[in-house]
Every structure is written in structure tokens, then in C-alpha cells.
């Protein structure tokens, strides 16, 4: 346990040093974060890198750093994630949240062939049943995670700024 815990607090660590590196105001690399925290809560697997690159461009944020949001989503939290937004996703639709007898594996197989052979005959059957609810349930997770994570970076990169700032007044200072 103390490894992980080890290994969160160095990840953490050099997710913020990367994003003290990055051009921009505190607000376009909180916003291109932020993104990237949110697309990863959405059923698009393959495409989240892509995906919060546009939300970034379309709301200013930086785009660097909604790839560094991005991670959020990982072979670690994906299966967490993924049961949370079909459970809520199934609760919207009126199914009490139900998640038993749901394949993963064979929905996203499905949809990987479909797009690969752009054949979308059994679409509906194999894979829209857990996307469809996962894009429901994906909307509060996007929203939240958005919201909190943007505060977070943002509260950080200003006080990033102000640091910056002040060694920069204590070093004219001193020439």
C-alpha cells in the first residue's frame, strides 16, 4: 500500500512540474487539464486525446495540458470509472443501476471491429446496450470532474505565478 501511495504522490508531483512548464495563463492550462479530466469520464476510448484537444481549443484552454488530464484515465481507473458511468447511466434510463451480466471486453471488441471494417451491422446489439447508458451516465462525472479539477489547477498555477513573481521582484531586487 505504501508503494502506491508512493507512486500516486510522485505522479502527482511531476503532473504539476510538467504543468508549471507550460506557456499560458493559469486559466488555459486549468481549462486544457480540466478537459482532459472530463473526456477521460466519457465512453471514448481511443479518441480521448483527440477529444480533449478540440474541448481545450473550443474554450481557450491549453492543449498540452489536456493531454496531461488525460491520464486521469488509465488501465488503472478505467474499470472503476467505466462501472460508475453505466451504473448511473442504467439509473437515468430507469434500470435501478443494474450492471450485472455486462462484458466490457466483448462490447469494446465489438466496437473496435465495427470501426475498423466500418461494418456496423451488429452495432446496435453488441454495443450500443453499454455505450448508450455510459454517455448518460458519463454527464455528472464530466461536469464534476471538470469543475473540480479546473479549480484545483488553476488555484495551483496561480499560486505557481505568484511565486515566480515574487523571486523575479526579489532578484531585480538585488542587481
Known amino acids: 500500500m505504501e508503494r502506491i501511495k508512493l507512486y500516486f504522490n510522485r505522479l502527482i508531483?511531476?503532473?504539476?512540474?510538467q504543468l508549471q512548464r507550460l506557456q499560458g495563463t493559469p486559466y488555459s492550462?486549468?481549462?486544457?487539464?480540466?478537459?482532459g479530466v472530463a473526456i477521460s469520464f466519457t465512453p471514448f476510448i481511443g479518441f480521448h486525446l483527440i477529444l480533449a484537444a478540440?474541448?481545450?481549443?473550443?474554450?481557450?484552454?491549453?492543449?498540452?495540458?489536456?493531454?496531461?488530464?488525460?491520464l486521469i484515465g488509465n488501465p488503472w481507473?478505467?474499470?472503476?470509472?467505466?462501472?460508475?458511468?453505466?451504473?448511473?447511466?442504467?439509473?437515468f434510463l430507469g434500470d435501478?443501476?443494474?450492471?450485472?451480466?455486462?462484458?466490457?471486453?466483448?462490447?469494446?471488441?465489438?466496437?473496435g471491429h465495427a470501426l475498423?471494417?466500418?461494418?456496423?451491422?451488429?452495432?446496435?446489439?453488441?454495443?450500443?446496450?453499454?455505450v448508450f447508458p455510459?454517455?448518460?451516465g458519463c454527464i455528472p462525472y464530466y461536469i464534476i470532474s471538470w469543475l473540480i479539477s479546473f479549480k484545483l489547477i488553476k488555484i495551483?498555477?496561480?499560486?505557481?505565478?505568484?511565486?515566480?513573481?515574487?523571486?523575479?521582484?526579489?532578484?531585480?531586487?538585488?542587481?
Open 116 to 130: 475498423l471494417t466500418f461494418k456496423f451491422t451488429n452495432f446496435g446489439r453488441d454495443v450500443w446496450p453499454i
Open 96 to 111: 435501478g443501476g443494474n450492471i450485472e451480466q455486462v462484458n466490457f471486453l466483448r462490447a469494446f471488441e465489438a466496437a
Open 77 to 91: 481507473t478505467f474499470p472503476f470509472i467505466w462501472i460508475a458511468v453505466l451504473t448511473t447511466g442504467r439509473f
Open 134 to 136: 455510459m454517455l448518460l
Open 29 to 35: 492550462v486549468a481549462a486544457g487539464f480540466a478537459c
Open 54 to 70: 478540440i474541448t481545450a481549443w473550443l474554450i481557450r484552454g491549453n492543449i498540452v495540458s489536456s493531454a496531461l488530464g488525460t
Open 156 to 175: 495551483t498555477m496561480e499560486k505557481i505565478a505568484q511565486k515566480k513573481a515574487r523571486r523575479l521582484q526579489q532578484w531585480g531586487e538585488h542587481v
Open 13 to 17: 508531483k511531476k503532473t504539476l512540474i
